[in-house]
């Protein structure tokens, strides 16, 4: 592709009210982007999903979209504004949707062509489900898969973090233009990202976060991956808009089971009732996504924690965080929210909730006994208590 159809494929992609499947017919119609630009405006008509692109057509937007776009490019070594006519492009999106004629990139492209499970799940995730969440991200990064989420709170960036924590790579795809990193407070993690795979936005810079920005960023997730693992979700939630859509392209979705009492559990309660499969370990998705694990094999860097990883009552893998993430996070935790929080709605002994928060097991007993007098938790046989209110 020379410059001057490159520059009229950027102007196009970031035309207001152009989309992917516009995108397509006008340039599959035309023959080319400068082509599509240089048309009568009137010839266009046909073949757009809103005429109130025509308003834009060649206009002061698109042009110093595309100009800002291309000075981004040249302003950062690891980025890249990544065209659907590349033969770099990820073949995925190509695969059950309208694949993004324009992805700005930053990091390493080619992670976006690897093996790759979506991880996802509620924003306000308990403290449990967010362990779980690093634990499989460590262990498919270190598998050879990459782990694509959305970067933000909760269970996204929990997976972000186990993956890093591995060998491999992550995807992070945003809702936002890339010069934004929402959340703010996630500005060092997806530096980490970018190192360590990428992050990817199809919006134009500058773009904020407004909510009809995320469904839209769901179905690249899943699109970029083979199959959808839910940590913990509410019934109403983005992390089920990612797994229908990841349904409806094809792709295996899977749930992690979690307590009856636990409002976050019942949207993968309800994947599960309608097919999706419960997942506890590596080996439920090896089963589930034989293609996965074969193409992983090619990426493997050794075994994975998760493989045959001892499990607790509730089925799930056991692991605690490192002691440093624990001596980082364990005060404010402790003091912004609270025992209960920490309990989540599984069993759980109180040796492990003072291994977990960093704090002598002698305040965690005389807590939990306060707790357990205010009808909060119940005692179980084995030393273990459980939360019994929400």
């Given at each position: ?30 023959g080319s982007a400068a082509a599509v630009l240089a048309a009568d405006p009137q ?132 809702g936002t233009g890339i010069d934004r990193v929402y959340p703010a407070k996630n ?147 402790a003091s912004q929210h609270g025992m209960l929080a920490q309990m989540g709605f ?45």
């Amino acid at each position: 592709m020379d410059t001057r159809e490159r520059e009229s494929w950027i102007e196009l992609a970031l035309t207001p009210y152009i989309g992917a499947e516009s995108f397509l017919r006008l340039w599959q119609h035309f023959g080319s982007a400068a082509a599509v630009l240089a048309a009568d405006p009137q010839a266009l008509k046909p073949h757009l999903h809103f005429q109130a692109a025509l308003k834009h057509w060649r206009g002061d937007a698109a042009r110093q979209a595309a100009e800002a776009a291309l000075n981004w490019e040249t302003s950062h070594a690891d980025g890249r504004l990544l065209l659907l006519a590349d033969a770099d492009y990820p073949v995925m999106l190509a695969e059950g949707m309208a694949p993004p004629p324009l992805l700005f990139v930053r990091g390493d492209v080619a992670s976006l062509s690897r093996p790759a499970l979506a991880i996802v799940g509620s924003r306000h995730a308990t403290p449990q489900a967010l362990r779980i969440a690093r634990d499989f991200g460590q262990a498919l990064s270190d598998a050879g898969v990459v782990v694509v989420s959305g970067m933000a709170d909760g269970i996204d960036t929990a997976a972000h973090e186990g993956a890093l924590r591995g060998r491999g790579a992550t995807v992070a795809v945003w809702g936002t233009g890339i010069d934004r990193v929402y959340p703010a407070k996630n500005k060092a993690l997806a530096q980490q990202i970018t190192g360590q795979g990428c992050v990817v936005s199809e919006f134009p810079l500058d773009t904020r976060p407004v909510a009809g920005n995320f469904p839209r960023r769901n179905r690249i997730i899943a699109a970029l991956s083979q199959a959808t693992l839910v940590v913990e979700a509410a019934p109403e939630s983005g992390s089920l808009i990612t797994a229908r859509l990841a349904a409806e392209m094809g792709r295996e979705v899977l749930a992690v089971p979690g307590s009856i009492d636990n409002p976050h559990s019942k949207g993968c309660h309800a994947l599960i009732k309608q097919g999706a499969k419960l997942t506890e370990n590596l080996d439920d998705i090896w089963q589930e996504c034989p293609g996965l694990m074969a193409a992983s094999l090619q990426h493997s860097f050794g075994r994975s924690p998760l493989q045959n990883a001892p499990l607790q009552p509730s089925g799930l893998p056991e692991s605690l965080p490192s002691a440093a993430a624990t001596q980082e996070n364990a005060g404010n935790i402790a003091s912004q929210h609270g025992m209960l929080a920490q309990m989540g709605f599984d069993p759980v002994h109180p040796d492990a909730l003072a291994q977990t928060l960093g704090i002598a097991a002698a305040d965690v007993y005389a807590e939990l006994t306060e707790l357990e007098l205010a009808g909060s938790i119940a005692a179980l046989p084995g030393g273990r208590y459980q939360r019994v209110q929400s």
